[in-house]
């Protein structure tokens, strides 16, 4: 990440069947430079939901949400679900 401000946005991911079986994490690291933190997840029979925690530049967040909307990806705000500690 640049020295640009930092932004932690917490969101829930909900994977239908094709997006769940690919390195979605992976390409958001490497195309948009954000830092994912896994808080929760569960992937059974190719679909699944994810909680992360992602810290970046702010318009690379939003860059990397789109993405993943892009891709079919839901994108939600995760509120309660985000483990502490």
């Not at 640009?4 to 094709?18: E, I």
């Not at 430079?33 to 929760?40: A, Q």
């Not at 569960?42 to 993943?68: E, K, R």
Request: charged share 20%; hydrophobic share 40%.
């Amino acid at each position: 990440m640049t020295d640009s401000p930092v932004t932690h946005q917490h969101v829930r991911l909900t994977f239908p069947p094709g997006p769940a079986t690919e390195p979605v994490i992976y390409q958001i690291v490497t195309r948009f430079d954000v830092v994912p933190n896994i808080r929760r997840a569960s992937i059974q029979d190719h679909t699944g939901w994810m909680v992360l925690d992602l810290a970046g530049d702010p318009a690379a967040v939003d860059a990397a949400v789109a993405y993943l909307e892009s891709i079919g990806v839901d994108v939600s705000r995760a509120e309660g679900d985000v483990v502490e500690g």
